[in-house]
């Protein structure tokens, strides 16, 4: 997996939205607008997929180079939305999989799935 750097990928992507004098359309509405966009059109290549096909939609490199295209420009928009905001992306991923983990503790989990297979 390749290494991470949200704060360097944001600060490439506000560069190019300045450079192209796009800043005053990135406001939290207009992002947030475009992230649910591009994550509809990710959703729209798995639309009709059975669960097996999709598992091994990354076989084929047209359909793979779509998914990945699309991944970006999600992560992208949301980069973008984060900086605006001031939001620490992998802090605030972080912070909520502490919660989960005290919300659905693995023993549960385990449990649920035993109960669930022996039906």
């Not at 290549?45 to 180079?65: C, H, K, N, Y």
Request: net charge negative; proline share 5%; aromatic share 8%.
């Amino acid at each position: 997996m390749t290494e991470f750097d949200a704060a360097q990928l944001q600060r490439r992507l506000a560069d190019f939205a300045v450079s192209r004098g796009w800043e005053p359309y990135h406001t939290p509405k207009n992002l947030v607008a475009a992230l649910g966009v591009e994550a509809s059109e990710l959703q729209e290549i798995f639309q009709w997929l059975t669960p097996e096909q999709s598992a091994r939609v990354m076989e084929d490199p047209g359909t793979a180079f779509r998914v990945e295209d699309e991944v970006a420009d999600v992560l992208a928009y949301l980069l973008q939305f984060c900086e605006v905001l001031g939001i620490d992306p992998l802090a605030a991923l972080a912070a909520k999989i502490d919660r989960n983990e005290t919300r659905f503790p693995a023993e549960e989990g385990a449990e649920a799935l035993r109960r669930h297979s022996s039906e």
